[in-house]
């Protein structure tokens, strides 16, 4: 975990300062995550790795395809699953649970603060009744220009971790 906790610190160094999170950090975390799995456990530990990446990749794109999350996150969540040996599959589910929670705290704190979230939580209410009324899914428009309505996921994701590692949840 030391490796992983090592990562995001560039991950989120490069994510606050960048708004972009390199795809060199994420390919260095999944091989270092996948080494480790194929050492300690195997190939059937490898093999059950990679599903459980492509499980996040699958949940978490249609996510991405509708703009309200970035593909960097995207990206951030399977390499993370690659260790998902040293995590477990319930400890991996709890993780992204936490960091999701967490970044819904965070945005919500944000809403409460600026009138720029205040105004994109309204967007989001406009969007989904529109949604649900007419079945039609169209792209969620965002304001990259827009700082303050911004959550960057490395944050969230990287406090769940160190939660994780402090034995705060398994």
Known sequence: MKIL?????????MDWYHYKIPNTCIVAGAVWGLVMTYVSYSADGLVRTCVAAAAIFLVLYPIYLLGALGAGDVK???????????????GLLHYLLVAMTIAAVIAILKMVLYAQSRERLFYLVRYLRKVVLTGAVDTYQTDSTQKRCVVRLSIPAFISLLLMCAGVYA
């Open 76 to 90: 951030l969540f399977m390499m993370v699953g690659c260790y998902r040996c040293r995590m477990g599959t319930f």
């Open 5 to 13: 906790i090592g990562v995001f610190c560039v991950v989120i160094f």
